[in-house]
């Protein structure tokens, strides 16, 4: 396996609770910390939710920003000029911006601002409307998750992408669980070998959206043939809101960042059979025979 050098996807989300100067201060910290890309969500709420769905209580009303689940996701949510302007803010420092997109309006509403790359939660995966809207209309990469999918709707989805001959240059798929947090024995990490085995030859990348607690895994991840490192991030995961208790902090994701670094570093093989910083020590250890 050729190894890549790893790219690593903070994902803000919501977690900036609907303040755009935290959204600046959220991507100023991801850049700080190493982070390739920062991530952000874009819904249209009363075309994802049903009115029902949008009239109810939140689940967990300590987390809402609402009365009722709609109008805690409309507080969540940025404007497209907003979005525009977060991803102005990224060129400035050097960061990548994205967002996911989670409807056919999203799409269509980031898609006119030309970034690098979209997201496609795994929620949607099955959104093809909202599918042939970025497979169709749109220049960048797509990256997707497999979260809750099973593996006959993973291959209509490549598949839906290899139609166009489009999977191999601008598809990223991702290893993911959907769950918040993810205990370890659910991460099932050789999920990442076995979409690596059936798709490393049709698409761009395979990667790793991790849910769980911590950074002990994620270099297994890479190691694994994960290309792409997702993880969320906020700066305290204390705050209120329901995906900061499974985001790192900024000094998990510099540690994060810093590790993986290391790993790539790390994944190869001799040059030559003894090494430079090898041969004094050789010299100067090895058993020599009387």
Not at 161 to 188: H, M, N, W
Request: charged letters at 30%; proline letters at 3%.
């Amino acid at each position: 396996m050729k190894y890549i050098k790893p790219k690593v996807i903070a994902e803000i989300g919501c977690n900036h609770k609907g303040e755009f100067d935290i959204a600046i201060e959220l991507l100023n910290l991801a850049k700080q910390c190493g982070a390739d890309v920062a991530k952000f969500q874009k819904r249209n709420n009363k075309e994802l939710l049903t009115e029902e769905q949008y009239n109810a209580p939140h689940p967990n009303m300590a987390n809402s920003y609402g009365n009722t689940y709609g109008e805690h996701r409309e507080f969540l949510e940025f404007s497209t000029e907003q979005h525009k302007a977060l991803k102005e803010h990224c060129d400035s420092i050097g960061l990548e911006y994205s967002t996911s997109v989670w409807d056919t309006t999203s799409a269509r509403e980031m898609i006119t601002f030309n970034p690098g790359l979209l997201k496609v939660p795994s929620a949607c995966n099955n959104h093809f409307e909202m599918l042939k809207v970025l497979r169709d209309e749109y220049a960048g990469e797509v990256h997707l998750s497999f979260g809750m999918t099973n593996q006959e709707e993973e291959k209509q989805i490549v598949e839906f992408f290899e139609e166009t001959g489009q999977a191999k240059d601008r598809l990223v798929i991702y290893s993911c669980t959907s769950g918040y947090p993810v205990p370890f024995k659910d991460v099932c990490l050789l999920e990442i070998s076995r979409l690596r085995d059936e798709y490393a030859n049709r698409v761009k990348h395979v990667g790793f959206s991790g849910h769980h607690l911590g950074i002990a895994i994620d270099n297994a991840a890479y190691a694994l043939g994960a290309s792409w490192i997702e993880r969320h991030f906020t700066k305290d995961r204390t705050w209120k809101g329901t995906d900061h208790s499974a985001s790192l902090e900024p000094n998990g994701l510099r540690k994060l960042c810093r590790d993986l670094k290391a790993t790539y570093e790390a994944l190869d093989y001799k040059q030559e059979e003894i090494l430079d910083i090898e041969k004094v020590q050789r010299e100067k250890l090895k058993f020599k025979k009387a």
